[in-house]
Structures are given as C-alpha cells and as structure tokens.
T-cell receptor, first 114, second 109 residues
Framework: GAGVSQTPSNKVTEKGKYVELRCDPISGHTALYWYRQSLGQGPEFLIYFQGTGAADDSGLPNDRFFAVRPEGSVSTLKIQRTERGDSAVYLC????????????FGPGTRLTVL | GIQVEQSPPDLILQEGANSTLRCNFSDSVNNLQWFHQNPWGQLINLFYIPSGTKQNGRLSATTVATERYSLLYISSSQTTDSGVYFCAVPNFGNEKLTFGTGTRLTIIP
C-alpha cells in the first residue's frame, strides 16, 4: 500500500466494552508505533514494535491496553473495559527500521466511549 | 524525559505572508521531525532534519542541534497551509517520539 492505513476510522462504543483497532504499516517497514492524541494536544507515545516483539510498551496507560503484531506486519491495539477517558484519536506510524528513521503516520482511529 | 516547546501557540496570517515557527527541546537529540496536521487530522511529514537546513518548495527548516532548537519557515502562505504544526524528537537512545505543544496556523484569504 501507499501509506499506513488504520481501521476503523471511527469507533463508538459504550463504557465497559472491548475494542480492537487495526494498523497496516507501509510494506517492508519493520518498526511500528502507536500513539494517542487527545483533543488540543500533541500525540503521546503508547508502544512500539520492532518486528513481532514490543520493544517498548512504557506508554501504555494501564493493563487494560494491549497490542500485538504476531507476524511482524499488521498490528492490533486492544482495549478492555473501555472508559470515557479512553476517548481519543489513536494513531499508528511505521518506519523502515528502528533507529533514526522517518516515522510515517496513518489517518488515525477516532474512539468515542459513551 | 525530554521537553519540547513550540512557539507561538497560535498564528493568524493573511494569505501571502511569511512565518517562522520555533521548536525548543531540552536535551540532545539525534533526529527531529516536523509535521503538519491538517484540519482532517492527518499528520503529514514535512522534514526529517537532525541538523542543518532543508528546503522543500515554499517550506524550509533549520535545526541547530548544539543550541537545541529548530525553525520552520513558511513563505507565501496559502489557505491550505492552515492546521497545526508539530515538531517531534526521540527520547535519546529510544525511537519513541515526544511531540511539542504545536503551533496552530490559520491563513486568512
């Protein structure tokens, strides 16, 4: 594909429900990143993968958040027992490699928890 | 962690005007990226500029790593330049980006 893609573009859910957000990185990019952007703020780091393994998950806010990248390409961000405070735009980025390379961002998934 | 501040926070200009946006960071960095977030929320890469000067059309950027700042220049502004401009730097030795506070640019026809 030409760029990073994310699905769904919008997700509305009820408090307490489980959601999955998907990211398809640019073909051949080995590094994949998740960020979260709240209204009026810059994106904040959540987790990043080099290949299949999570290289750094220090930005995940709590154990309700989990992400996987089982085959080193597509990644899924999973949120359990959603809370209203989880409402934000979730952004995915990829780069050719880890270590001083440009990160390219997808269009984001806007999550609204009612 | 590293702190990143941008100025000004808001900028309103007439079409055709020039502008300079500034990004200050609190620690040594080995790269820096400038992004434009358009009104639809898409983050668009403008520059990857760890040091020196780069130009792309009406936009140019300069990073002075030793003094811990970067500047983004926009010349002959167009309404499509409106949006929020972010700079972002990695935590040293780590690739996770820390974003600045952003500059919201509004270009009036």
């Amino acid at each position: 594909g030409a760029g990073v893609s994310q699905t769904p573009s919008n997700k509305v859910t009820e408090k307490g429900k489980y959601v999955e957000l998907r990211c398809d990185p640019i073909s051949g990019h080995t590094a994949l990143y998740w960020y979260r952007q709240s209204l009026g703020q810059g994106p904040e780091f959540l987790i990043y993968f080099q290949g299949t393994g999570a290289a750094d998950d220090s930005g995940l806010p709590n154990d309700r958040f989990f992400a996987v990248r089982p085959e080193g390409s597509v990644s899924t961000l999973k949120i359990q027992r959603t809370e209203r405070g989880d409402s934000a735009v979730y952004l995915c980025a990829s780069s050719r490699q880890m270590g001083g390379d440009t990160q390219y961002f997808g269009p984001g998934t806007r999550l609204t928890v009612l | 962690g590293i702190q990143v501040e941008q100025s000004p926070p808001d900028l309103i200009l007439q079409e055709g005007a020039n502008s300079t946006l500034r990004c200050n960071f609190s620690d040594s960095v080995n790269n820096l990226q400038w992004f434009h977030q358009n009104p639809w929320g898409q983050l668009i890469n403008l520059f990857y500029i760890p040091s020196g000067t780069k130009q792309n059309g009406r936009l140019s950027a300069t990073t002075v790593a030793t003094e811990r700042y970067s500047l983004l220049y926009i010349s002959s502004s167009q309404t499509t330049d409106s949006g929020v401009y972010f700079c972002a730097v990695p935590n040293f030795g780590n690739e996770k980006l820390t974003f600045g506070t952003g500059t919201r640019l509004t270009i009036i026809p």
